[in-house]
Every structure is written in structure tokens, then in C-alpha cells.
């Protein structure tokens, strides 16, 4: 059953994570409510790229619980992630640098085909029907990211502001609910980190989306989110709204720079 707008998309209860006797995250736990913009703040090390490796199924956690929809994805495989509706992109781009920005997008959308290799083979009526539907949403992501005039461009021969655009876009591809940025304005200028502020937050409201963004750049968050969770050693220390972050004690403390005196 699909919870109305509003109700959590996403929950992660008592989530814990160890490395070689590390605790990387300590019993965290927060949701996600559906068409939300959370942003997810902490210093290096606080857990928050580990916490989008156990959404997407990189890392199993020793214990908690990850829940879409009241399904759990702890027990899915990895490579189904995509067709459960959760797309992602990463700090380090992970592109195929030979293949054309179109090639790369399309790539994204393979995990929704429902055909096999010998339907494809075969070039049954279904292959050639989710082949266009599949070179269709590409046009309309290129389209939406700004990429057509790059299409048949190789990723390699393009400057990093546009490579980080066709990743978001390749991540769209799979139609997620969810999608998962992991520090978007990385590497990027001021004038284009507001360009991306208002791109996502397009995104979201034309796609209907669910965005979870892990993000250093605070101005960023504080003036894209709708809710803010902060992590600090591995735990949850605070959750609210943006305005609600900037006055919470323990964020200003552990993130945000105690005020001098």
C-alpha cells in the first residue's frame, strides 16, 4: 500500500555499523517522509557516506533496520536496489569515461528492463518496446539536465561541473523514489552550487521525489532541505528543520563551530 504525501518513505532504526572493532555508526536511526529534501550533516568520519552504503546495500549493518515503504531493504541484493526505487549518486564519480554522455544514462535505466538476454537476443516486440522507452526517458533527462548539446559527447572529454550533472542524471534513469546524493556540491564553484540548488530542488517537485543528500556545503543544506539529521561519531545528535539546526547545541558544537567568546 502506497502511504500518502507527507508519511515516512524511509526509515532507519537502531542502525549499527563496525569496521575491524570500529562502531562507524552507533545505533542511528531517523525517517524520511516522503517528497521531503533531508539533508545529513556531520563532521569527517561521522557515518554519513557508511550510513548511504547500507541504504544501497554496500555494507550490511551487524544490526537495526532500513525500511522503504515498510519494506525492508536490508534483505535485498545490491544489484536489485534500483529496481526497489532507490538511485545514487557518489563522491567519486563513477562514470564509464569512454561511453557517451546518452550511453552513460542509459545504462542508469537498465535496471528497470524486465527483459533477459534472450529476448534481446531474440528482438522480441518487448526488447524494441523498453528499448524506446528507455532512449525516451533519456532524452527528457538530457533535456531536463541540460545535456543535449552533449549527448554524443565522450564523458571524459567534459569539464567536472557537466560529468556531475550526467551521474545525477544516470541515477534518475532507474526512476527512483529515493535518491541518494552523496556530497553533490563537491568540487563545485558558488555560482554553481546554486545552480544546483535549484535543479534538485526542480527535480524533486517534477519528479516527485524523495531526496536523502549527504553535504558538507552547509549553506546548501540549510537553504535546500526541508528536515536536517546530524551525526557526529557515528550517532544521531539532532533532527529538525534548518532554522532548528542553526540554534541546537550539540550541531553548533559538533559541526558548526562552537561560537567564539
Sequence with gaps: MV???GDPLLRVRDVSVRFDGI???DSVSFEVRRGDICGLI?????GKTTLLNCLSRLYQPEKGAIEMDGRSLLGAASHRIA???VGRTFQNLALFQSMT???NILTGGHSRTHGGFLTGALRL???GREERRLHDRAGQLLEALDLTRVAGVQVAALPFVTRKRVELARALAGEPRLLLLDEPAGGLEHEE???LRELIRSLRDRMTLTILLVEHHLGLVMRLCDRIVA???GRTIAEGTPEEMRQHPEVIRAYLGAPSS
Design 3 to 5: 502511504t500518502p504525501p
Design 23 to 25: 562502531l562507524a555508526l
Design 42 to 46: 556531520g563532521p569527517n568520519g561521522a
Design 83 to 85: 529496481r526497489l526505487g
Design 101 to 103: 554522455v546518452r550511453d
Design 125 to 127: 516486440p518487448l526488447a
Design 193 to 195: 552550487v546554486e545552480r
Design 231 to 233: 551525526l557526529d561519531f
